[in-house]
């Protein structure tokens, strides 16, 4: 799988990922459609197709699982990121998005392409290649199945 | 030899363990996403009613007819299986657990990131997404990875003026945004911190990114439980490895604050005297209990705040409390707002949001950039540092009013 870099830094919050103001609704699209808006008004129409690269404590703070639906709404292929909060990190995998954590982070600039392997843990971008910590059986088997919901709809 | 939450979870540190949830909470912010993923599953009955408990305090009452909607369809979801149902005014859900609800060594799951704040009671308490939450009501279990943990010794005596707040902003700060990510946290030490201290410690660890901040059950928690109908056990603390090791000094503390936008930039408050205020906040899951509103109350007593205040209570049993104690009443007096038990303003949905380019000084656990009004900037403090603040305006110490 591949992807194209969508860069971001340290301590992005789950509120700069959606704010509070959109979270009382049901529609997805509208996660999707505000997706990083306090951050940057311009970011969420380049997120179809991306890979995000983060630095440090991805989707930290609200445990809001809306910030984790936005990303997968709005077509993001993965997240890659330094070290993730754990409970962006647990809401992502149950939503079947791709994660790769790489202790000491990847050199990567806005646009460029991003190639993935869950199976083989890594991230390669501009030819050099990446080891990403190995998610657990149990998060390999929820995002094969596409997330946590359709897990369980499967009766497992 | 284990940590605490080795022993409450049964597992050593980095293996993977399925655990029974002893209290599954959500609220109508989180409750009303994990229903829908509920549904999804193809799922309607919750598998442990008895140990679920959904809490209305995010924006209650409702704002507007989307949000009422969607909380009418939760409300009779939550009633027709039966769990634990606050509506709104009971308060804020982790206050509510810790009114007798939570007791040491239960595990506990919310869906909410403060779930954290239960750690305070002994109990192995985190946060979780909504689908999680829809996954724990369909199955009363739920899996973990058993965290490391960092040991905090908190040892001495806070000075006047200082407080748990305090502490919880030395240690965020010390341990920076993401220094307890995965991790537990275990607060240790020769101190005399009381349950509200220790909640509002607790409270604030997930803001070093730790999945649980824990205190050792004693007398201390034993007693308050007991002012709450629970009976209880201490936990003796065994010889074990932490993976980091701090000490704070309480009596070299003195009265901090967060400064925007980030949690773990931490200031002393002399730093900062002068800066004007357009509001003052008051309450939250971090600062809204009886002690908070008396402290603020014993200082803004018989003065008038001078710049606009806003005090929202925790719970119902805080707010009933502080109308017999007479506290209420001097808060009122002194020109406050007062909001009905909740959340208030804290997420930025309502009951006192920021406008552009304002500031604003609040008691809760996050200055998140335009997470309190688009625009605005947010300063965290202890309620007595937001109480001489109030009085002045701007941002004060205790030494301005001799």
């Not at chain 2, 979801?77 to 609800?101: K, L, P, R, T």
């Not at chain 2, 200031?267 to 009886?290: A, H, I, K, M």
């Not at chain 2, 710049?307 to 020109?335: H, K, M, Y």
Request: glycine share 10%.
């Amino acid at each position: 799988m591949k992807g194209t870099a969508v860069r971001l830094g340290d301590d992005i919050n789950t509120d700069q990922i959606i704010a509070g103001r959109y979270l009382r609704t049901t529609d997805k699209s509208v996660w999707a459609e505000h997706a990083f808006e306090d951050l940057d008004p311009n970011l969420s129409s380049r997120l179809k197709g991306s890979v995000i690269v983060a630095g440090k404590n991805m989707g930290c703070g609200s445990s809001r699982e809306q910030a984790a639906v936005a990303l997968k709404e709005a077509g993001v292929v993965a997240v890659v990121a330094e070290s993730f909060a754990r409970i962006f990190f647990r809401n992502a995998v149950n939503r079947g998005i791709p994660l790769f954590e790489v202790p000491g982070g990847c050199t990567c600039s806005d646009g460029d392409e991003v190639r993935i392997s869950l199976e083989g843990s890594w991230v390669e971008i501009n030819g050099e290649r990446y080891r990403a910590l190995r998610l657990s059986d149990k998060m390999m088997e929820i995002i094969d199945a596409g997330g946590i919901i359709e897990l369980r709809r499967k009766g497992i | 030899m284990s940590t605490l939450s080795e022993r409450i979870l049964r597992g050593e540190a980095g293996s993977f363990v399925d655990v029974p949830v002893d209290r599954a909470l959500s609220h109508d912010g989180t409750g009303v996403q994990a229903l829908t993923a509920f549904r999804e599953m193809g799922l309607s009955r919750i598998a442990r009613p008895d140990r679920t408990s959904v809490v209305y305090d995010h924006i209650v009452p409702a704002n507007n007819s989307v949000t009422a909607d969607l909380q009418a369809d939760l409300r009779r979801f939550a009633v027709s299986n039966g769990v634990h149902f606050c509506d709104i005014g009971e308060g804020i859900c982790h206050q509510v657990m810790s009114e007798g609800v939570v007791i040491p060594g239960e595990v506990v799951v919310g869906a909410d990131s403060h779930t954290c704040t239960m750690g305070a009671f002994g109990a192995f308490a985190t946060g979780v997404g909504a689908s999680d939450m829809a996954s724990i009501w369909a199955t009363g279990e739920t899996w973990f990875k058993v965290p490391e943990t960092i040991n905090i010794r908190l040892e001495g005596k806070l000075p006047e003026y200082v407080e748990a707040k305090d502490i919880a902003l030395r240690y965020v700060g010390l341990l920076g945004a993401g220094g307890a990510t995965y991790k537990a946290i275990e607060f240790t030490g020769d101190n005399s911190l009381e349950m509200d201290d220790r909640l509002t410690i607790s409270n604030m660890s997930v803001e070093s990114g730790a999945k649980a901040g824990l205190f050792y059950a004693d007398d201390v928690t034993c007693r308050y439980l007991r002012g709450h109908g629970r009976d209880a056990v201490p936990q003796k603390a065994e010889d074990c490895s932490y993976v980091r090791e701090e000490t704070i000094r309480l009596d070299d503390l003195e009265p901090l604050l967060a400064v925007p936008h980030k949690v773990d930039d931490v200031r002393p408050v002399s730093d900062f005297e002068g800066t004007p205020l357009d509001q003052v906040f008051v309450g939250t899951c971090t600062n809204g209990r009886y002690g908070d509103l008396k402290r603020f109350a014993d200082i803004v007593k018989g003065k008038k705040v001078r710049v606009r205040t806003v005090v929202v209570p925790a719970s119902r049993a805080v707010l009933l409390r502080a109308i017999e104690t007479g506290v209420l009443r001097d808060i009122v007096e002194s020109g406050a707002v007062v909001g009905n038990p909740g959340c208030g303003p804290c997420l930025g949905a309502h009951q006192g949001v920021l406008g552009e380019d304002e500031i604003g000084l609040s008691t809760a656990n996050r200055n998140f950039k335009n997470r309190m009004g688009v625009g605005a900037k947010y300063y965290l403090s202890s309620p007595t540092t937001a109480a001489f603040s109030a009085l002045k305006g701007e941002i004060a110490s205790p030494e301005d009013f001799p």
